[in-house]
């Protein structure tokens, strides 16, 4: 199983609601990853995890907030955000040290 | 800091031609690793291959391959006999921090391919 997969797909919410966007993978990755991606940009990295443990944060404002309940899980709880934290959001795993990133199809997040 | 820099915001090629894309990147780390990603409009982020930065061969993969000179902080990637189904945004990135693997992406360059 070389999946990431992350629920919902798509998210509509409004600036007073709380949601938040799951991942999950089975590949025994110990490095887990928020980015967040903006149409026709990169990437960016929000946060990361290894070994369960947060080990980067990326200067997110504090209305995203990460969770690694295990291994094979990570969320993301958002609340109170703004119009313009509207995005794709990606999940991605890997191995460590010189392991690629997989990679889930990320959820579209639309805040109005 | 370790930046990624693509120049090239969009390219295009004929079905069944070669094309480069090029990247350069920065760091003062000795052990990192780089990669290029394609992002088709399904928007999954898809590995099309990977070079360690110790070793001097370029990789290959299939009709895929890079062409890395280290001392240039130099990472192209060379697609051949470019097929219709390659068209999509490709990033160059950069894995840097060891275990954490903390992943650099460059700006992005759309390749389309034309039949």
């Known amino acids: 199983d070389t999946e990431v997969t992350q629920t919902p797909k798509h998210l509509v919410m409004g600036m007073t609601n709380k949601k938040s966007l799951k991942c999950e993978q089975h590949?025994?990755?110990?490095?887990m990853y928020w980015y967040k991606q903006k149409a026709k940009k990169p990437p960016e990295l929000m946060f990361v995890?290894?070994?369960?443990?947060?080990?980067i944060n990326e200067s997110v404002p504090s209305r995203f907030s990460p969770e690694c309940p295990n291994s094979s899980l990570l969320n993301l709880h958002l609340h109170a955000l703004q119009p313009e934290d509207s995005a794709l959001y990606l999940c991605?795993?890997?191995?460590?040290?010189?392991?690629?990133?997989?990679f889930g199809q990320g959820t579209r997040l639309t805040v109005v | 800091a370790q930046t990624v820099t693509q120049s090239q915001p969009e390219m295009s090629v004929q079905e069944a031609e070669t094309v480069t894309l090029s990247c350069t990147y920065d760091?003062?780390?000795?052990?990192?690793?780089l990669f290029w990603y394609k992002q088709p409009p399904s928007r999954q982020m898809i590995l099309v291959i990977r070079?360690?930065?110790?070793?001097?061969q370029n990789a290959t993969e299939n009709r895929f391959s890079v062409n890395f000179q280290k001392a240039a902080k130099s990472f192209s990637l060379k697609i051949s006999d470019s097929q219709l189904g390659d068209t999509a945004m490709y990033f160059c990135?950069?894995?840097?921090?060891?275990?954490?693997?903390?992943?650099?992406f460059g700006t992005g360059t759309l390749l389309a391919v034309q039949p």
């Open positions: 991605a795993s890997s191995q460590g040290t010189g392991g690629e990133a997989f």
């Open positions: 590949m025994g990755h110990r490095a």
């Open positions: 995890y290894s070994y369960e443990k947060l080990s």
């Open positions: 760091t003062s780390e000795s052990n990192y690793y």
């Open positions: 070079q360690e930065a110790y070793k001097q």
């Open positions: 990135s950069g894995g840097y921090g060891g275990a954490t693997n903390k992943l650099i």
